[in-house]
């Protein structure tokens, strides 16, 4: 993709945080800014891509800061307050709520549960918190958290993943109706299934007939040009199937998503 990003800057400033910043998904987001003249704060768990996100996006000419952390210590939240001490920044993307500990609920470990909520519910709203408050006293910015179709759905093996991005979608509404008469824009941007290096990894099958099947930079492009389009935004032609999954009769509806969901997983 040659052609650059058009993004309100006098909206979103010079600063953009992006967590879960170091490959797929959020590394097409870091592209696709640095590419639109963005300072980046990239923050990951994993060093060795992160660092490689870095540098390959430095050649757009832009400071590109990393910050290699796991946002499941006690103190990570601290850890980005201090680092992002010295900087304005207009745009926070929270790209980091992954299904961590994927597990029958009844059988599971409770404290695997207990890490995906902790990313996906606990660290998103102190984050949210920690730049929204930021941005409402500069009078701008721009809030992405990144959602899924599973949160329209209860799925097996998905239980408390699915419902975590249910409170991100109902958390961002309201995180929207708050910010807006301050001048930021606040989107849940919904995923289908994308082809991540995280999902090739666990071995999905995207070869489905029927499925649709989105590319990281298609849909990191779309919820850029859409940042101002909020409270939710489906990404990837998926909105049909966001309606779809939000009917009844839900038994049926459940049931027919998980019997998609088995094929996707070659179960």
Do not use: C
Request: aromatic letters at 8%.
């Amino acid at each position: 993709m040659t052609d650059t990003l058009s993004i309100d800057r006098a909206q979103y400033g010079q600063w953009a945080v992006i967590a879960g910043g170091s490959e797929g998904v959020g590394a097409a987001f870091a592209d696709e800014l640095a590419r639109a003249g963005f300072d980046l704060l990239l923050i990951a768990r994993k060093p060795e891509p992160l660092e490689a996100t870095a540098a390959r996006v430095r050649v757009h000419g832009g400071e590109v800061r990393t910050l290699s952390l796991d946002l499941l210590t006690a103190d990570a939240v601290e850890t980005i307050r201090s680092a992002t001490a010295d900087l304005e920044v207009g745009l926070f993307i929270f790209n980091a709520g992954a299904n961590s500990y994927g597990h029958e609920f009844v059988t599971g470990d409770l404290d695997g549960f207990r890490g995906v909520i902790e990313l996906n519910v606990h660290r998103q709203i102190e984050l949210s918190h920690l730049f929204g408050s930021r941005m409402k006293e500069m009078g701008r910015g721009g809030i992405m958290l990144l959602g899924s179709l599973a949160g329209y759905m209860g799925s097996e093996h998905q239980s408390i993943y699915a419902a975590s991005k249910a409170f991100s979608r109902v958390f961002a509404e309201s995180l929207w109706i708050e910010l807006e008469p301050y001048n930021v824009h606040v989107v849940e941007l919904i995923l289908g299934v994308t082809r991540t290096p995280a999902m090739e990894r666990a071995g999905l099958n995207f070869d489905v007939p029927g499925m649709l099947v989105s590319e990281p930079e298609d849909v990191a492009r779309e919820g850029l040009e859409h940042l101002a389009d909020g409270p939710v935004w489906v990404a990837g032609g998926n909105y049909d199937a966001a309606i779809k999954r939000s009917g009844f009769p839900r038994d049926k509806m459940v049931q027919g998503a998980a019997k998609a969901m088995r094929a996707l997983l070659n179960r």
